[in-house]
C-alpha cells in the first residue's frame, strides 16, 4: 500500500483556501453584530420579554382557561409601552416555590438560562394564580437572563370578571417598574463600562475572545478499507478552538446562524510500536469545521460538524533486523486533503462543556484512502 504525493492540485490546495475562507469570516461577524446593535439601539427599546402561559393551582379545573388569558393580557400589555420586545411561549411554566439554594431551585435557573439564550430573550416571565371562593392569587416570577437571579410580585383580586383585568394591570405595572429599575441601572452599569473601556486599552481585547471555547477530545479508532489489516486499534488526540456564534450573540434573529460556530482542530494519531514491529505510521491534521449546535433539553444538546484540511501522514518501514525500533528501511512523507464528520452529546455545565460522540474521518490518499472511525470523549472551557 502506497501514500501517494501525486494528488490533484485543486484537491490538495483547496483545504487550504477553506481554511483562509472561514478564519476571514469570524472578524466579518463582529461587523454584523455592531450594524445590527446600531440598527436596534435607534428606538428606545429595553431587550426582549419571553412569557410562558401560567400554571392553574386552583382547586377546581374549571378556571383553566386563564393559564393563556392572563399571560395574553399581561403580553400586549407590556407591548403597548414600546419598551421591550414582547413574546408569547405556548408551554406552561409556573412560579418557582422551591428555597433558593435548593437543587430544585437550581436547575430552573439552568433552564431558564438555557430559555433565554435559546430565544434570545432578555427577561422571562412566568407565573401561577389560584381561584378559589371567587378571588384569584396571581404570582409572577422575572427571571433576568444574564444575571440569572429572579424577581417575585403578587397580586390578589376580591372578585372574579371585570375586577380581574385590574389585578392584570397592577401586575403589569409592577413588572414595568421592575423592568424600568433594572433597565436603569443596567444603562448606568454601561455607561460606567463604556468610561472604564476609555481608559482600560484590554477590555476590547477580553471582549473579543467572548464566544471561544478551546478544548481537548480523546478517542478511540478503528481503521476501515485494507488499513484495519495492517494497523490495530489506537488513539487519537483532538485539540480544538471553537468561536460559537450562539455564546457570542451574532446572528440572534437566525435559528440556523446563532446555533453555529467555527472551529480549529488539531488531530494527532500514532500506531503502537510495541503492537506494530514491521511499521509505524503517524499523523497530524489541521482542519476547519462549521459546526451546527441544537440544545433540546435544559443544558443538554447534539452538535453536528463537518469540514476539511490537510493531513501531514508519516509512513516508517522498520528493519526487521534491528530489535531496538530506532532504524528503518523507508521512510515516506506525504500531506493530504482531509475530511472530518462528527456528531455528538453535549452537556455544559457553564463555563465547562462535555462532549461524547462518533466521528468520521479521511485522508484522501491517491490509491487507497485511510478512513477512520473514532469514538470520543471531550472536554472544553468557555471564555
Sequence with gaps: ???????NNLMRYLPTILILFLLAAIPATAK?????????????????????????NSPSRSYGYYSFILPESLSNDLGQTGKFRVKTQPAVLGFMEAPEGSAEFQNH???????????????????????ARKQIRLKVQIFYVREQRIASISETSDELGALLFSVIDKITARINNELDRYAKEKEA?????QERLARSPYIP?????????????????????????????????????????????HFAGSFLLKNSGVSLNLDALDTDPMKHHDSSLSIKALSVNYQFHYRFY???????????????????????????????IRREESRDPFLNLSLSLTCLLDP????????????????????????????GFKL
Excluded: C
Design 205 to 249: 481585547l477580553y471582549r473579543s475572545l467572548e464566544g471561544i471555547v478551546f478544548g481537548v477530545q480523546y478517542g478511540r479508532v478503528k481503521f476501515n478499507s485494507e488499513w484495519d489489516k495492517i494497523y490495530d486499534r489506537t488513539d487519537l488526540f483532538s485539540f480544538f478552538l471553537l468561536y460559537d456564534f450562539n455564546y457570542a450573540g
Design 1 to 7: 500500500m502506497r501514500i501517494s504525493a501525486k494528488n
Design 109 to 131: 435557573l439552568r433552564y431558564l438560562a438555557e430559555r433565554g439564550r435559546e430565544f434570545s430573550a432578555d427577561y422571562i416571565i412566568t407565573g401561577s394564580y389560584t381561584v
Design 298 to 328: 435544559g443544558s443538554f444538546g447534539l452538535a453536528a460538524a463537518a469540514g476539511g484540511g490537510l493531513a501531514k501522514t508519516v509512513l516508517i518501514i522498520n528493519d526487521p533486523m534491528d530489535q531496538s525500533g530506532f532504524s528503518y
Design 352 to 379: 465547562i462543556l462535555l462532549s461524547a460522540g462518533y466521528a468520521h474521518k479521511r485522508v484522501l490518499y491517491s490509491d487507497t484512502p485511510l478512513i477512520i472511525n473514532e469514538i470520543f470523549t471531550g472536554i
Design 32 to 56: 454584523v453584530k455592531g450594524k445590527d446593535t446600531v440598527m436596534a439601539g435607534s428606538p428606545p427599546e429595553r431587550g426582549t420579554v419571553l412569557v410562558y402561559q401560567f400554571r392553574d
Design 189 to 193: 452599569k454601561v455607561k460606567e463600562e
